[in-house]
């Protein structure tokens, strides 16, 4: 699903800082894995600059890493969902876990961006505003 460029702002340090394909690319591998030291998303985000970099740019990072992480999915057998690892902040994930994870995740980063919107449309609204909350 192709980002909007007012959801852009809310995402591009998370996604486009880390891929999503790493969690569910390893249990091929093995039945269990360690996971990786996690990444400082706002070390990452800095230290790649995104807020210097065309939206459009971040843009079309975050749908092919997205496509990337899609075609691993698909290629996933159902066994491949029961592997995990352990992840040094959270202990035990299964791939399943990560992917229901990803479902939550998107809609957090959905409903951030609602909020925003009403919040930037809340002051120019004059008295319409007491229809809120009726």
């Keep these: 699903m192709p980002f909007s460029?007012?959801?852009l702002a809310m995402v591009k340090a998370t996604h486009v800082g880390g891929s999503f394909s790493d969690?569910?690319?390893t249990p091929r591998?093995?039945?269990?894995?360690s996971a990786k030291k996690p990444n400082d998303q706002n070390e990452v985000?800095?230290?790649?600059?995104d807020d210097m970099k065309p939206a459009a740019k971040l843009v079309a990072e975050l749908e092919r890493m997205r496509a990337e992480s899609v075609k691993i999915v698909r290629g996933l057998a159902a066994?491949?969902?029961k592997?995990?690892?352990q992840h040094p902040k959270v202990g035990w994930l299964r791939v399943e876990d990560l992917l229901q994870e990803w479902v939550h995740h998107d809609r957090n980063h959905i409903?951030?961006?609602?909020s925003n919107v009403q919040a930037w449309a809340w002051p120019h609204m004059g008295n319409s505003q007491k229809f809120s909350g009726e």
């Design 111 to 114: 409903k951030q961006i609602l």
């Design 23 to 25: 969690p569910v690319a």
């Design 79 to 81: 066994a491949d969902l």
């Design 5 to 7: 460029l007012i959801s």
């Design 29 to 33: 591998g093995s039945d269990t894995h």
């Design 45 to 49: 985000a800095r230290g790649r600059r």
């Design 83 to 85: 592997r995990g690892g």
